[in-house]
């Protein structure tokens, strides 16, 4: 594995938030570990933190086995998602939201945080099918292994943990940000999702 990506240009003087949820496989799903990376410049993993969250329901066998490998019995001894709502809120306040496949926490942080209202989310799947176009899969642990993404810092955990998948998501936006070459605006509209992107004008003249 390389070492960590220099910091990109493009994200300087930016307030990032690089998030990953993981769920009970219930529907509607709950929160059961979440992790923020939360960025206003170069980083370390030190800034990484993450929770483990006891939800109302209990985590479906399935989803322990073939996803994250979270039991209910690892579970027994944390809060619940309303002890820790208004920190991740605050944590999340005003920052981009950054993560992969995004729609998925979009989806799910709207509904444990009803007030959130990020000024951009952006996606690092979109990203790479944008700057790594013709790969066979864009799962995030096949672009772990197309980008030489150092996640080894990360001890004790694998792919479908929430700090593993956070730190990797960030590694990812780097390597995908210096690949393509990308300032602000051109990363916007690669990785942002439809609609927080700026409504284009109509082409032609005043009539």
């Known amino acids: 594995m390389t070492n960590p990506l220099p910091f990109p240009n493009a994200l300087r003087e930016r ?7 993981e769920g009970n496989g219930q529907n ?6 979440i992790a923020l990376l939360l960025l206003d410049g170069p980083t370390t993993l030190d800034a990484l933190r993450s929770w483990l969250i006891r939800p109302q329901q209990p985590v479906t066998p399935i989803v322990t086995r073939k996803v994250h490998g ?3 019995a690892d579970l027994a001894d944390c809060p619940q998602w309303q002890e820790v709502a208004d920190e991740i809120d605050e944590a999340l306040c005003g920052r ?3 993560a ?5 926490e979009r989806k799910v942080l709207t509904a444990h945080l009803p007030d959130w209202n990020p000024p951009m989310i952006l996606d690092t799947l979109r990203l790479a099918k944008t700057v790594w176009r013709g790969l066979d899969s864009y799962a995030l642990d096949k672009l772990i292994e197309r980008g030489q993404l150092d996640t080894s810092t990360i001890a004790g955990q694998g792919y479908h943990r929430a700090g593993y998948d956070t730190w990797a998501a960030w590694q990812l936006l780097c390597a995908l940000i210096t690949d ?3 300032d602000w605006p051109e ?5 942002g999702l439809p609609e927080f992107l700026p409504v284009p004008e109509p082409e032609g003249g005043l009539w």
């Not at 509607?28 to 570990?33: K, L, N, R, S, V």
């Not at 992969?100 to 998925?104: D, G, R, Y």
């Open 100 to 104: 992969h496949n995004a729609t998925v």
């Open 28 to 33: 509607p799903p709950e929160i059961i570990e």
């Open 187 to 191: 990363l916007v509209t690669a990785a």
């Open 70 to 72: 979270i039991t209910n």
């Open 96 to 98: 981009v939201l950054v």
């Open 180 to 182: 393509g070459g990308l």
């Open 15 to 21: 307030q990032l938030a690089v998030v990953d949820v």
